[in-house]
């Protein structure tokens, strides 16, 4: 599981990088706990809780068909495609609440993604037979 492992912690970094930057709102705006009615932490907090919606499911799928031998190019192709949307998306809903190129293209790139995964994990199910 070399190339999902790159994946998931490119993911993970992602991760801290916007768990880091509700801390720093929340002590900004001295806010404990929920957003305190500041629309940029409640979005900052969309945009982390979003990735969490997502990414977890993609990469197990990532993992399931790297061990189900799919090909290199595949897995690496939907990995791409999974950070590469969910950064677009996180930049994307930083900067507005409504439509921007980042969320548009990174929600298209991670459902690509997920299909993609989706698929070849059936898949692998009916030419296993």
Known sequence: MLISGIYAGLCGVLLIVLSARIIGMRRTYQVGIGSG????????????????????????????????????WLVHGAGVLLVVGRGLHAFGLSQSAGRTFGRFYGTLSTWASLLILVLTNLSAFFWAR
């Not at 809780?49 to 997502?54: L, S, T, W």
């Open 37 to 72: 009615g500041h629309e940029e932490l409640a979005r900052t907090i969309r945009v982390q809780g979003n990735f969490i919606e997502y990414t977890p499911l993609a990469l197990i799928l990532l993992v399931l068909a790297e061990l189900q031998g799919a090909s290199i």
